[in-house]
């Protein structure tokens, strides 16, 4: 199976593209992917809401690369989806965050995520707010 799926940057893989991505996860997550990288992709809010919920299906993902994203875009669809596997968040002082979340039989892993200008004022309080739902 696969374990890392890289769809970074160049063109990149955009609104459609993110959404034909997520049907495919949905039709069959794969078992063992751990890692997925969707920097600089420019995702839309629909786009990372269908990613989001796709991902949610992917329960050995342990590593979530969405640099280059505005975390006040559309990265927040996909922050809310993975929130509630979190066991534990952390803010790094570069605005990158951290999600702890028990991943698999091997125990608890940390699930990364890392945006472009990272959290600030605004992503601090719809994060506040997700943590809140």
Not at 3 to 32: H, K, Q, Y
């Amino acid at each position: 199976g696969t374990s890392a799926l890289a769809l970074s940057g160049g063109r990149g893989l955009g609104p459609e593209g993110a959404r034909r991505l997520a049907g495919l996860l949905l039709e069959a997550p794969p078992p063992l992917l751990a890692s997925v990288d969707l920097s600089n992709n420019q995702l839309d809010a629909g786009a990372a809401t269908a990613v989001g919920t796709a991902l949610m299906a992917v329960t050995s993902l342990t590593s979530l690369n969405i640099t280059g994203q505005d975390l006040g875009d559309g990265v927040w669809p996909v922050l809310a989806a993975l929130l509630p596997r979190a066991a534990a968040l952390q803010v790094l002082s570069d605005g990158r965050m951290v999600l702890v979340s028990g991943v698999g039989a091997k125990g608890t892993s940390a699930l990364a995520l890392s945006g472009g200008r990272g959290l600030g004022p605004e992503g601090a309080r719809r994060l506040a707010g997700l943590l809140l739902e």
